[in-house]
């Protein structure tokens, strides 16, 4: 991505590129360039980038990643030192970000990571860094070998935790890497002793073995150390994501002058903030840490949240399934297409075809369990319009049941695409009981094994008749 192109206040949505155009246009002091562009209006980590690019004078401190730690393939977490070792860091807040620069390729790059060390914890700075896919920024890093020579800033923003405040109960919900401010957050309560009475964590996951390992164990730790955390972890694979619902249990057990505190993507805290208005949380007690705030209540209400929405793929594969089971009980065959289904080659090649289409179907689970990546959301879709056409594939390859194991293997088959063809995109109320959920994808997965196993023996006595 074009550097102009790149998102700088990720609060309001607002581009180096419109920034830019700013002080192009005549724009020379902080306070105006704010008003115009409304970058810096959230949280305030950008505020630092905005003074640079006015021309005005930033102080860095020059820095050395002595410590790297190993949390994923594509995340990992920094611990920075000043190369001025009778340098002491300045507290800061559970929530702030610095800013980390770098010189690539000849040019200086700087990008904002929010600290997950403890306050109180004066000698080193730490991150945690995910690498995205073709950033230029994560890419550098993710190649350098230890020491890594670098320069920060101080703690920026404004969107922290308030953890003094015994008063009010804190509720956090964090996605992904946005747990970082989160861990700063615990660590200082539980290493400062101070006894908040009440802070959960509701942490959503995408199932990565080795950040759900390293999340329970930190947070296992600080649990056992201070009394009135508690954390649940949400396994997304297995859960999906978090619904409405879950966000109004949450909030039904909560005191009414709770504080929510958001941490994750901008679409994650976005669709938290519609779950928490929906569930009749005033504004005022939500916190999103890098998103924009929401004030007035979302046009989507619960009982459309809860309402069915047939999708397009779903009228497709149940119109492609009735026809089938239409043309096999009334024989409705087509000459040509049932003498080219006697030929062994015909056979053969569209055996070839089913079989890469299952092989296709499994892959999206298997890549997901082998790890994260961005782009599940449109692969998760692509599997579920694909999974449409099984029929039609089938219908390719035999227009018949069969007999024997040919009947279980067919039966199978189809049945495994009717039960994902009714997912909780089509029946969202009935999915949000966990106890169908967990059925439907057991079932699932239970039918994909056997249609798998009895497609290599069906291979297997194909091959060793011929």
Known sequence: ?????????????????????????????????????????GCGSCALTLHEMLGDKVE???????????????????????????????KHHPGQYILVKAKINGQWVSRPYAISSMRSQLSYREI??????????????????????????????????????????????????????????????????????????????????????????????????????????RNTLFEGNIRFKDIHKIVKRAQVKT?????GPAQYELHVQKGLLNAGVKSHNIYPLSSKQLI???????????????????????????????QDFFNL??????????????KRWTGYGLLAFFAFQWSYPLIRLIRENTRFYAYHQLHKVTGAFAP????????????????VLSLGYLLNFLLPLCNKDIF???????????????????LSIMVSSLMFYHMYTAFSYS
């Open 1 to 41: 991505m074009p550097d102009n192109q790149l998102i700088l206040c990720h609060c309001m949505e607002v581009t180096k590129a419109t920034v830019q155009e700013a002080i192009d246009a005549g724009i020379s002091s902080f306070s105006e360039l704010v008003e115009k562009t409304k970058a810096s209006t």
């Open 60 to 90: 860095w401190t020059a820095v050395i990643a002595r410590k790297k730690v190993f949390i994923a393939d594509d995340i990992n977490s920094y611990r920075l030192v000043a190369t001025d070792q009778s340098y002491q860091y300045p």
């Open 128 to 233: 945690t860094v995910k690498k995205k896919q073709g950033g230029l920024f994560t890419e550098w890093l993710f190649k350098q070998k230890l020491p890594i020579k670098l320069f920060i800033s101080n703690p920026q923003g404004d969107k922290v935790f308030d953890i003094e405040d015994k008063s009010s109960p804190i509720i956090c919900f964090a996605g992904g890497v946005g747990v970082t401010p989160v861990i700063s957050a615990y660590r200082t309560i539980c290493n400062e002793n101070i006894d908040h009475h009440s802070f959960h964590l509701d942490y959503s996951t995408t199932g990565h073995a080795n950040t759900s390992k390293q999340s329970k164990k930190e947070f296992n730790k600080i649990i056992t150390q201070s009394t009135g955390a508690s954390v649940y972890l």
């Open 259 to 263: 504080r929510y505190y958001l941490s």
């Open 296 to 326: 007035e209540s979302p046009s989507v209400s619960q009982s459309v949240d809860k309402k069915r929405t047939f999708k397009a793929y779903f009228y497709i594969g149940i119109i492609l399934f009735l026809s089938f089971l239409i």
């Open 333 to 346: 065959k087509i000459p040509a297409l049932e003498h080219l289904q006697l030929q062994e080659y015909y």
């Open 392 to 407: 039609a594939i089938f219908y390719l390859h035999s227009t018949k049941f069969g007999y024997a194991y040919l009947l």
């Open 428 to 446: 969202q109320s009935l999915f949000e009981n966990q106890i169908v959920y967990k059925t439907w994808l057991s079932t699932h997965i239970f």
